[in-house]
């Protein structure tokens, strides 16, 4: 069974930075194909999603986010990160981790089967 589980998130003022993690349980960075993402949900807002990245670490991210925001992954420890930089209000959001083991391809708007609960991101001005 896959679990997703995520920490970091937190009050930040405009202007800071901030590292979520990601750690995945059930299947192995190492030894899968896949894609994961970064998604976050603000107060009266869809659902946006912020990063990919795939086993190759070959890496998709949206305008919004895009020089700010950077995923990286540990394969040893089967941990997904996402630093955030440069911080604004317009973040404030719950940002929430997904996996689609044995996925075929990996980009912006990649369907994902598994998801984790979320952590709160309110970035104040």
């Known amino acids: 069974q896959v679990q997703l589980v995520e920490s970091g998130g937190g009050s930040v003022q405009a202007g800071g930075s901030l590292r979520l993690s990601c750690v995945v349980f059930?299947?192995?960075?190492?030894?899968?194909?896949?894609?994961m993402g970064w998604f976050r949900q603000g107060p009266g807002k869809g659902r946006e999603e912020v990063a990919t990245?795939?086993?190759?670490?070959?890496?998709n991210y949206p305008d919004s986010v895009k020089g700010r925001f950077t995923i990286s992954k540990d394969n040893a420890k089967n941990t997904l990160y996402l630093p955030m930089n440069s911080l604004t209000p317009e973040d404030t959001a719950m940002y929430s981790c997904?996996?689609?083991?044995?996925?075929?391809?990996?980009?912006?708007?990649?369907?994902?089967?598994?998801w984790g609960q979320g952590t709160q991101v309110p970035v104040s001005s």
């Open positions: 059930g299947y192995s960075f190492i030894y899968s194909s896949y894609c």
């Open positions: 990245i795939n086993r190759n670490g070959d890496t």
């Open positions: 997904a996996a689609e083991p044995w996925a075929a391809t990996c980009s912006l708007g990649s369907h994902y089967t598994h």
